[in-house]
């Protein structure tokens, strides 16, 4: 099964608002509430952000925000600051499995 | 806290095997399923396998499914997988994470996760 689809990269100035994309089929994103969004530093293991598309674990800020419409879930990171710079993967349930995005190198100019 | 350690990777030639074990402390063990997910040097993550909480019920990603085998021991809170015929494309880091909620299996919602042990294959 073929990754889902995001973006390599993105980019944006401190302050500003950025999305990144992760888009799949209706047998994964489109077809359930299972998203989940992951950020990662280099050399560090991935931290949960954002589950079940726009569930905020306890002690994520507030400027991360995920949605979904149709087979494409996205992240929104608003406020952006330089610690945001990271790699963010977004993965889903598709019934029988899970499949993680390709990921996505954020980058705070 | 919860603190999950795996352990067993290793420089091995194509075709091997190699056995890599998670120990977990700091939870219930029995209650939550936990997962492999393997990363690449420089690549981004693929989930690799889920054995149910209960030990009932298991999950792989086709790129290894008849390959590895994922097992657990709830009276030692350990998590294995069993890697068979490996190939350079199996070369990564392998993490054991842990679903954030109780009694549930193929839910991507990984809560905590380990540092990772890293498989080399290479002749």
């Known amino acids: 099964q073929s990754a889902l689809t995001q973006p390599p990269s993105a980019s944006g100035f401190p302050g500003q608002s950025v999305t990144i994309s992760c888009t799949g089929s209706s047998s994964d994103v489109g077809g359930y509430n299972y998203v989940s969004w992951y950020q990662q530093f280099p050399g560090r293991a991935p931290k949960l952000i954002i589950y079940e598309v726009n569930q905020r674990p306890s002690g994520v800020p507030g400027r991360f925000f995920g949605s979904k419409s149709g087979n494409t879930a996205t992240l929104t990171v608003s406020a952006l600051q330089a610690e945001d710079e990271a790699d963010y993967f977004c993965n889903s349930y598709t019934g029988k499995s899970l499949l993680f995005g390709g990921g996505t190198k954020l980058t705070v100019l | 806290q919860v603190q999950l350690v795996e352990s067993g990777g290793g420089v091995v030639q194509p075709g091997t095997s190699l056995k890599l074990s998670c120990s977990a402390s700091g939870f219930a063990f029995s209650r939550y399923s936990l997962h492999w997910v393997r990363q690449a040097p420089g690549k981004g993550l693929e989930w690799v396998a889920v054995?149910?909480?209960?030990?009932?019920?298991?999950y792989y990603a086709d790129s290894v499914r008849g390959r590895f085998f994922v097992s657990r021991d709830n009276s030692k809170n350990t998590l294995y997988l069993q890697l068979n015929n490996l190939t350079n494309d199996d070369m990564a880091l392998y993490y054991c994470?842990?679903?954030?909620?109780?009694?549930?299996?193929?839910?991507?919602?990984?809560?905590?996760w380990g540092q990772g042990t890293l498989v080399t294959v290479s002749s």
């Open positions: 054995m149910s909480y209960d030990g009932s019920g298991t």
């Open positions: 994470v842990r679903v954030h909620r109780e009694r549930k299996v193929l839910l991507p919602n990984f809560d905590y």
